[in-house]
């Protein structure tokens, strides 16, 4: 494989990057996700664990059967080829390299298999150990690798067979918080270098606004939300995502103004006008709280009682129940000890109308 | 110390005692050997055409036997191991017959297939070749008795192995015959290996199927076992001397795994 037969030399062409529906049925659990990515696109699959995301990856590399839709490459359908045979690169939860073989030979096993000689395979290898930065490891055994190090060999040897799709699965989740940050950086200048399309698994929603260009958020089997980091963050359309970008999130009709909310015991006063069903987002920094009722009142006001409190950074996140609106708010140390916080306390809280943030559901 | 150190009372001497027992059980036959040996004699006696005869011929068969098991066994354990087939218990069944057969059935077994009127032996005969009371015919007697000891072995190395290594390496445009031959393999490779000295082991020491399928022909099929046997009729010192060749080698390989047999793991 020491051709450009990656699939930048089909970009452009109709059809390029991975196109597919995945379905897969096993037991109780059914899959069914549509699944696009240009050439040079990274897209990530974000959902909680058991959602199906990395059944999605190995049905697309072929380990895991599929039973319906389709899967195409490039304008190549891959659903009757065989792992070995679908020109894809996989980057694996805990990396499996293989432990007999040093960094180089782990890299040059992609190019041997496609038919490289020895020599030529171990040049190939040594470049790109080279370029993740680790020409200095090519002898060492996986097992004298740091977990970062060893990341970025499992990278080299998933990119080393030049594939048209790229597969990561969870690459950063076996790291440590300080190693996180470093490989996530240098994962996503890799990611920029590569011009096949790339699908990336991950439950952590920092990862996926870094590295990817479009998310697509799949629960239950199902794609729940998809667009640009920014859109989703900004506009989460399921309380799974709300809970992962840190939004207050209610759906509700909207009339002018005002929302009236699902079960339509409360309204929330907005500035967007729009009509119809929507959903209402605001951040838990825009929540005030106060122990009595306020004068001159904020439209939206609601009294809450308040759950359980823990310490965010330097802020305190309060979780409000109550009757109408549950809610989380972000008060400083010093608010909750004037407000006299504590469990199961009566509170009342108010979300100036310029704070929230409507769209349509 | 405040930490409650929790002491095991004494043990048992209802355990103890029958556990003393069975060691001298164990043991003791080795030591009457080893203080019966003729020492003063011992080098003459191991020098004798007829017993290097006999240990070199073992020697040989027995590898020759463990390089068939070897390249049967693996793709038999690996089968077993790796690919779902209706009747896979059944066929890990029959593999484990010859472990608990008495080899003397099993050499009858062998007559009756590999023998000069047997299924197979007439059309080998037809082609000149002839298996039973001859050499040939101790290493098929050997491999018969002790492939299940590798099969089982690399089998069960085989399933203790993380498959997913092996779609890595699929991944990465390996075939399945790539991936058994670059990562299956080594992967496994200390299974494989005790499971040929095991082997080897076991065909070294084989008896009842040898003499009843290869004979008794000094040079030919007189293997050590065979030769310990006669010698105990004619010159019970020699007998005595090839016991302690065996002894020997099976503490060797008694030492070559070690570690994974009677190791503190």
Known sequence: MTGGTGAG???????AGLDARVVVRRGGFALDLPLAAGPGEVVALLGPNGAGKSTALRALAGLVATSGGHVRLDGADLRPLPPERRRIG??????LLFPHLSALDNVAFGPRCGGARRREARRVAAEWLERVGLGAYASAK??????????????????????????????????DAHTRMEIRAALRRHLAGFAGAAVLVTHDPLDAMVLADRIVVVEDGRPVQEGEPAEVARRPRTDYVARLVGLNLYRGTAEGGRVVLGDGSHTLDTVESLTGQVFVAFAPSAVALYRTRPD??????????????????DRVRVRLAGDAITALADVTPAAVAELQLSEGSPIWAAVKATETHVYPA | ??????????????????????????VLPLAGLLVRAPWSTLGTRLARPEVLDALELSLVTATIATVLCV??????????????????????????????????????ALLLAAGRRGILGGPLESLGITLPFTTAGVVLAQAFVAMPFLVISVEGALRAADLRYEEAA?????????????VTLPLVAPGVAAGAVLCWARALGEFGATITFAGNFPGETQTMPLAVYLALETDPQAAIVLSLVMLAVSVVVLAALRDRWTGAS
């Open chain 2, 71 to 108: 390249l049967f066994g693996v793709p038999l354990a690996w089968t077993l191991a790796r690919v779902p087939f209706p009747g896979v218990r059944l066929v890990r069944a029959l593999v484990t017959v010859p472990l608990v057969l008495p080899p003397v059935v099993g050499g009858v």
């Open chain 1, 142 to 175: 996986p097992r004298e690798l740091s977990g970062g190090q060893a990341q970025r060999v499992a990278l080299a040897r998933a990119l080393a067979v030049r594939p048209g799709l790229l597969l990561l699965d969870e690459p950063l989740a076996a790291l």
């Open chain 1, 296 to 313: 001159g009142s904020p439209r939206n006001l609601w009294k809450a009682r308040v759950g359980t409190i823990e310490r965010h950074g």
């Open chain 2, 1 to 26: 110390m405040t930490a409650p150190d929790t002491v095991p009372g004494r043990p048992p001497l209802v355990l103890v005692l029958p556990a003393l027992a069975g060691l001298a059980f164990l």
């Open chain 2, 170 to 182: 699929a991944t990465l445009g390996a075939t399945r015959w790539t991936t058994f031959r670059r």
């Open chain 1, 9 to 15: 030399a089909d970009a452009g062409a109709a059809g």
């Open chain 1, 90 to 95: 996989m980057v694996f939860q805990d990396y």
